[in-house]
């Protein structure tokens, strides 16, 4: 039986998952998890980023005040940070905060419980609260919203809304909340790598890839192999389908495209049908095309 190999590097993010610049930082990961496969583990710590909207103050973004303005100030806020890292946001009826959902931290503790499952399912659970709060203006702090995404992303509900309810997915959270402090990890994204011995290193902020790239290079004294793919439709269609829907960002970051010929590539793939572009925020997804797999010939048609 073929084992999975142990990763020799990992890549954790102290992050939120209402941060935009953690949203930003989604095609950086992507790409280091794609050139360096299972070498490279990713891993999140949640720190939770806003305890009670109503107290909270961010002087350097100035965010803060009454709740209406403060959704205001937070949309405009991720819209203008979108400019920038290129991740899709819908900053149009953003109502994340109300007096009876005044926090973020409702996220942090869902995804803990999911994490109580499956590893690997609460990582999608995670993309999932992202995309759905910063592309899809969804009141993701609520339990009602949680549970609809938790579903979408397969895991067992009752099971989630038991760890949500019997305080074991909070204790988890506060004991992450300690380890954020422990290693002062005030903004979010912050990110700690670490190498199979034990030897870390802390970057603050949004990264570029070269900044992960030198830090792997220097940890694992340069024997992690980097593997770079061949742009070609093939490997584009290979990268949707292990993402199964990404950003054009995503695609242009993982393959060092310029925007011209992420787009080009883009278009003539969506002309051959391989693959569907679907509106979301200010930008698109763009999945393996489906039309083709829902129904056959028999007349039946499977979701």
């Avoid at 073929?2 to 949203?23: L, V």
């Avoid at 009141?139 to 509900?157: K, P, R, V």
């Avoid at 290193?201 to 290079?217: A, D, H, P, T, V």
């Amino acid at each position: 039986m073929e084992t999975k190999k142990k990763a020799i590097m990992e890549i954790i993010e102290f992050t939120d998952p209402a941060c935009t610049w953690c949203w930003g930082s989604e095609p950086i990961l992507r790409k280091l998890q794609y050139r360096y496969k299972e070498q490279l583990k990713i891993s999140f710590v949640m720190g939770g980023l806003v305890e009670d909207a109503h107290t909270f103050m961010d002087n350097t973004n100035k965010i803060g005040g009454d709740l209406n303005t403060f959704n205001q100030q937070v949309g405009q806020h991720w819209l203008e940070a979108s400019q920038r890292h290129g991740m899709p946001v819908l900053a149009e009826g953003f109502k994340l905060f109300d007096d009876e959902n005044p926090s973020t931290y409702p996220m942090n503790i869902a995804y803990k419980a999911a994490q109580f499952q499956d590893e690997e399912k609460a990582n999608k659970f995670l993309r999932r609260i992202r995309e759905a709060t910063a592309a899809e203006a969804k009141q993701t702090n609520t339990m009602e919203i949680l549970i609809e995404l938790a579903q979408e992303s397969g895991l067992d509900i009752g099971t989630f809304i038991t760890d949500m309810e019997n305080g074991k997915a909070k204790k988890a959270f506060e004991e992450d909340r300690y380890l954020t402090k422990t290693y002062q990890a005030n903004g979010f994204p912050s990110f700690l790598i670490r190498n199979k011995d034990g030897k870390e290193i802390m970057l603050r902020g949004y990264q570029s890839f070269e900044n992960f790239k030198s830090s792997i290079n220097h940890l694992s004294a340069n024997k992690l192999i980097e593997h770079k793919q061949t742009v070609s439709e093939e490997s584009i269609i290979d990268f949707i389908e292990i993402f199964d829907k990404v950003a054009k960002v995503e695609i242009k970051e993982a393959f060092d495209l310029s925007s011209a010929e992420t787009d080009k590539m883009l278009k003539t793939l969506i002309a051959k049908k391989a693959i569907e572009e679907t509106p979301i925020g200010n930008g698109f997804y763009y999945q393996l095309s489906t039309r083709n797999e829902m129904c056959d010939d028999t007349g039946s048609c499977n979701f």
